[in-house]
Nanobody, 122 residues
Framework: VQLQASGGGLVQAGGSLRLSCAASGSISAIKGMGWYRQAPGKERELVAYITIGSVPRYADSAEGRFTISRDNAKNTAYLQMNSLKPEDTAVYYC?????????????????WGQGTQVTVSS
């Protein structure tokens, strides 16, 4: 299984970016998908998470500005980020909890994509 993240870049404060995370491989089901971020000198933190039933959860810092969604047919999650602030600058990582083909449905594995840099200038 691979997670391919894309969509990062450089944007001015107040701007928008849309991140994508596509999962591929021997996937039976994706239980949940999420976005985390890690700024220099800080620990990795949860930004947003979406369940298999498309119920979203957000960190307080993302609430009202970011929207997470998923396309189950494409095994892809998206993070629409609006009203970006310089403090949103970080490497963003996607995460997925996945059941594999041929394994019991409760036997889930945790996968990480490569990071994508988001830089917000003031």
């Amino acid at each position: 299984v691979q997670l391919q993240a894309s969509g990062g870049g450089l944007v001015q404060a107040g701007g928008s970016l849309r991140l994508s995370c596509a999962a591929s491989g021997s996937i039976s089901a994706i239980k949940g998908m999420g976005w985390y971020r890690q700024a220099p000198g800080k620990e990795r933190e949860l930004v947003a998470y979406i369940t298999i039933g498309s119920v979203p959860r957000y960190a307080d810092s993302a609430e009202g500005r970011f929207t997470i969604s998923r396309d189950n047919a494409k095994n892809t999650a998206y993070l629409q980020m609006n009203s970006l602030k310089p403090e949103d600058t970080a490497v963003y990582y996607c995460n997925a909890v996945i059941s594999l083909v041929g394994r019991p449905v409760f036997d889930t594995r945790n996968y990480w994509g490569q990071g994508t840099q988001v830089t917000v200038s003031s």
